[in-house]
């Protein structure tokens, strides 16, 4: 069974920068692509930013647009989340994904257990 394992997160003040990275174990996940989303209190996951096997960003939520980086290292079976510009509205929980489909089916779909982000005003 595949398992994404998250790190990476804590406390910083408004305006710091924080590294997410997210890694697989296991195999059979190369061509999926790679997703970050975080989830706010009483709200359920919004998706920020998707990349896929070759490295290409597929789009980034406006919200994160300048100061959220996504990227991947395949031969690590691993994908990261650079934060910048951090600001108070980011604090949340953040998880990865990876998925793959095919004309339409869900081919495969794991997630990572979550981490916590705060940032301080």
């Known amino acids: 069974q595949v398992q994404l394992v998250e790190s990476g997160g804590g406390l910083v003040q408004a305006g710091g920068s924080l590294r997410l990275s997210c890694v697989a174990s296991?195999?059979?996940?190369?061509?999926?692509?790679w997703a970050w989303y975080r989830q706010f209190p009483g709200n359920g996951r919004e998706l920020l930013a998707d990349i896929v096997r070759s490295g290409r960003t597929e789009y980034y939520i406006d919200s994160v647009k300048g100061r959220f980086t996504i990227s991947r290292d395949n031969a690590k079976n691993a994908v990261y989340l650079q934060m910048d510009s951090l600001k108070p509205e980011d604090t949340a929980v953040y998880y990865c994904r990876s998925y793959y489909s095919l004309r339409g089916s869900l081919q495969s779909n794991y997630w990572g257990q979550g981490i916590q982000v705060t940032v301080s005003s």
């Open positions: 296991g195999s059979g996940i190369e061509r999926n692509v």
